[in-house]
């Protein structure tokens, strides 16, 4: 049975991006390019819907051409994509992708990833895909909930936030680590709960 992970990257006010920000927020250090670096060579199947592909699509195809207005590092990160296995859940897009490694899945995105989960022996990770994540976690789908926070609290410019519209969740540490002694790599076990306890801890 395969193991879905949700990995996101925050600011501390729980945002994925913000106006006028670059890649990383600009804040990315030598341990984290390393740890990236690392974690690119684990086989994993990327999962992501139609908004993530189209973007993230685009931004590699940029990247292996001119590449100038990306960095050396998020060049190296979006071209590598290319190569790593995806699977999109859309009911907008069609086949071919022009992605390479790039499959197409149409119908609920929740129920095929449970089939998928079933058959899939490896790992699944998110890619972006806000809302995909979201109905991962609550269906108790998530096996495991990976945030790398960014210490940034950006209230007037932060945008997608990324916990509204999530169900009440407790999460049980499993990992955690400082990079370039600034950025907070967070690792849970999430458990999707009705609410606070009744009379003593969850």
Same mark, same amino acid.
């Given at each position: ?51 993530t ?7 590699s195809?940029?990247a ?18 290319a ?8 009911? =907008?897009?069609?086949?071919?992708l022009?992605? &390479?490694?790039?499959? @197409?899945?149409?119908? *609920?995105?929740?129920?095929?990833? +449970? $089939? ?11 890619l972006?895909?806000?809302s ?14 990976r ?11 932060? =945008? ?5 519209g999530? &169900?009440?969740?407790? @999460?049980?540490?499993? *990992?955690?680590?400082?990079?370039? +002694? $600034?950025?907070?790599l ?17």
């Amino acid at each position: 049975m395969g193991q879905l992970m949700v990995d996101l990257i925050i600011t501390l006010d729980g945002c994925a991006s913000g106006e006028g920000w670059p890649g990383w927020w600009g804040l990315e250090g030598p341990e984290y390019l390393a740890w990236l670096e690392q974690e690119a060579g684990q086989e994993r199947t990327y999962l992501m819907g139609a908004n993530t592909y189209r973007l993230m699509s685009g931004m590699s195809a940029d990247a292996a051409g001119a590449g100038g207005e990306y960095s050396d590092n998020e060049s190296a990160s979006l071209t590598g994509l290319a190569a790593v296995p995806k699977m999109v859940f859309s009911s =907008s897009l069609a086949e071919p992708l022009q992605w &390479p490694n790039s499959s @197409l899945v149409a119908g *609920d995105a929740v129920q095929a990833v +449970g $089939r998928l989960k079933q058959q899939h022996p490896g790992l699944l990770s998110t890619l972006g895909s806000l809302s995909l994540c979201r109905s991962l976690v609550a269906a108790g789908l998530v096996d495991r909930f990976r945030l790398v926070v960014f210490p940034l609290i950006t209230g007037r410019t932060g =945008s997608e936030r990324i916990f509204e519209g999530y &169900p009440d969740v407790a @999460l049980d540490m499993v *990992d955690s680590r400082t990079f370039d +002694g $600034r950025l907070q790599l967070l690792e849970y076990v999430p458990r999707v709960i009705d609410g606070p306890p009744r009379g003593g801890a969850e």
